[in-house]
Structures are given as structure tokens and as C-alpha cells.
């Protein structure tokens, strides 16, 4: 048995809550957690501060290895400690309680699945890291599901190559690139 360690996010989260982990299909399943900010807040009419806490929802569509296949999403929504399910509909459904009320939240996990030319982690950014992620599929030293091979062929002649790479790295360091860099796609 091996086991593979894999960030979802990034080290700016203040904190986060424990995960949530949905099976949407056999090779798929949606990663939900929660990020949550405190802030100091003062009350003038009082005098006096208070925390405030804003929770976001976060969630990203992995395949069976791990690997995220989707956009992370943040939504203004919570999650509680119930476990979310997989409906029938192909949403995922969970409820939260807040003392004395029962409030239930869905989210279609597929929404998610649009991603951006050029962005290989599924980040939301285009950085150099993704251009060298390409580099390394290009001589075999990493491999490429059908969706990452999609956002990575920048120049659309059906292979990864370091071609695309350059593209890439060109965008990342604000250089003339290929317009499609930066361009969703489902």
C-alpha cells in the first residue's frame, strides 16, 4: 500500500476545517473543506471588540489517484461536521444546525469542472510551475490525464511539447503569448 500526499490549499488559508471527501463516480470524488478568517472587530456603541469569523466553502474534484481534474471553488456557504452525500441528481447535499434551525445546502460538484488554458495545478493562476509541470510531460517525467493534456496543448496540434511550455512561461512573466493562454474550457 503507498500512499501519496497531495495540497488542496495553499498556505495563505488562515485555517481550515477537516475535510469532507464525496464519491461522485468510481475514478471521482469531490474534496469539501471549509477556510475560515477571524478577524478583530470594534464595536463603537459598546466599546469594545469581538471576533468575527468568515467561513468559505472550498471544494475540488479529484480522480482515484488524488489528482485534482477540477478548479477549486469558493463559495459563501458552511460545512458542518455531517457528511455530505452524493443525491441521486448528481448533487451533493449536506445540512447544518444553528442551535434551533436545520438549514440543508446543495452544490452541483460539475460546475466545477471548468478550467483555464494553461493553468495545470488548477489553481486559478498561471505561474511558471505550470509551465515547467508541462516541461516535464513533454520528456516523459510526468504524465497527463486527458483534461490537463487539454489546458496544457497550448498551440492545439494534439501533444504536449515544450513548445507549449514556453507559451506558457512566456505568459507567466507577463511576455507576448499565445492568446488562448487564460481561456476557459470545460
Request: glycine share 6%; hydrophobic share 35%; proline share 2%.
Amino acid at each position: 500500500f503507498e500512499s501519496n500526499f497531495i495540497w488542496l490549499t495553499s498556505s495563505s488559508d488562515e485555517g481550515c476545517s477537516t475535510p469532507h471527501i464525496v464519491k461522485l463516480s468510481d475514478e471521482q470524488f469531490i474534496v469539501m473543506w471549509t477556510r475560515y478568517d477571524t478577524k478583530s472587530v470594534y464595536d463603537s456603541e459598546w466599546d469594545y471588540y469581538y471576533d468575527e469569523t468568515q467561513y468559505t466553502l472550498c471544494t475540488a474534484t479529484v480522480d482515484g489517484s488524488g489528482r485534482v481534474v477540477s478548479r477549486r471553488t469558493y463559495e459563501d456557504m458552511p460545512l458542518s461536521d455531517c457528511a455530505p452525500i452524493c443525491a441521486s441528481d448528481g448533487s451533493v447535499k449536506w445540512y447544518v444546525t444553528n442551535y434551533d434551525s436545520l438549514k440543508f445546502y446543495s452544490i452541483n460538484p460539475f460546475t466545477a469542472q471548468t478550467g483555464t488554458i494553461g493553468d495545470l495545478d488548477l489553481d486559478g493562476e498561471i505561474t511558471s510551475a505550470d509551465a515547467l509541470s508541462v516541461l516535464r510531460c513533454s520528456v516523459g517525467a510526468e504524465s497527463f490525464d486527458d483534461y490537463q493534456a487539454q489546458l496544457a496543448d497550448i498551440d492545439e496540434d494534439g501533444s504536449v511539447t515544450s513548445a507549449d511550455a514556453l507559451e506558457i512561461l512566456r505568459y507567466s512573466v507577463n511576455l507576448a503569448a499565445s492568446e488562448r493562454i487564460g481561456k476557459a474550457i470545460s
